[in-house]
């Protein structure tokens, strides 16, 4: 369990990097999002044709990781979407609410069972995400929309991981990544040339941001956290995706110099500390 939960938090750190890829990037939001995916995509297929065993997925199993991968997409759409209308701060915390989501489904669905440490610790989690965002929260009228559009983010990426959940169990994550990808292809690429038109990578500058995201947060990141999922439970995944605005946090520490305050260190403490707890048997 501790090794699946090292990799899930790793996968996690991959994921954390998407956003200073989507601000490094050159092109509209959903066209990055589209190249993303698209660039990942023959990389899984290549990947899946080494594998030395793999069960052969049906068509209905086929539908459903490609359904899922509609959902990855629309959790991409809205995310990037919601920056345009909303703060960063209320992005960010809002579209990392995916235990919403994930745990009554997993409860009522999956019979999961939820121990008392395991809500207690994801309280103390939350407690510590509202403390880290304490201050750049901006609830007015004027952001309602954005609030909306990355509150159905959390949504969109809890009914992708409740999808990949169950197949999980039966098939690798590569199989069920580069069927997921085209789910992703079948709503991006139209959405992306209706309302951005058509951008074409020709330089470095465009580039290099849009591999970043296909190498590390789509195939290291969604791939990792992916195959994770057949190894925790899915309540215990969805909490872990609750660590991505510290890690955010830490990398813009990191990278844009962009200093934390004792009291974001403290509330970075209070969600290792819930994430603990969560964790206990």
Request: aromatic content about 14%; charged content about 10%.
């Amino acid at each position: 369990m501790n090794r699946y939960l090292l990799l899930a938090m790793l996968s996690i750190c991959c994921l954390a990097l998407g956003g200073i890829f989507v601000k490094l990037s050159e092109f509209p939001p959903i066209t990055t999002g589209m190249y993303r995916v698209l660039f990942s995509l023959p990389v899984f297929f290549i990947l899946m044709k080494f594998e030395s065993h793999h069960r052969i997925m049906s068509y209905k199993e086929k539908g459903i990781a490609i359904i899922a991968g509609g959902f990855l997409a629309l959790d991409l759409v809205f995310w990037n979407i919601s920056f345009a209308y909303t703060t960063v701060a209320n992005a960010n915390l809002l579209a990392n609410l995916v235990p919403f989501t994930v745990v009554p489904i997993s409860y009522f669905l999956y019979k999961e069972k939820l121990t008392k440490s395991f809500l207690l610790g994801a309280g103390i989690m939350l407690i510590g995400l509202m403390i880290l965002m304490n201050g750049k929260i901006s609830p007015t009228l004027l952001h309602f929309k954005g609030d909306l559009l990355a509150l159905l983010t959390s949504v969109f990426y809890g009914l992708f991981m409740i999808s990949v959940y169950k197949l999980r169990y039966h098939f690798s994550t590569i199989q069920i990544m580069a069927y997921a990808s085209i789910g992703c292809l079948i709503v991006l690429l139209p959405l992306a040339i209706g309302y951005e038109g058509v951008f074409l990578p020709l330089t470095f500058a465009e580039i290099y941001p849009l591999i970043g995201l296909a190498l590390l947060s789509q195939i290291l990141g969604q791939g990792g956290l992916s195959y994770c999922l057949g190894k925790i439970n899915a309540s215990f995944a969805a909490l872990l995706v609750l660590t991505q605005p510290m890690i955010a946090a830490f990398y813009a520490y990191v990278i844009f110099e962009e200093r934390l305050s004792f009291l974001e260190i403290i509330s970075l403490l209070i969600v290792l500390i819930g994430l603990y707890i969560a964790n206990k048997k």
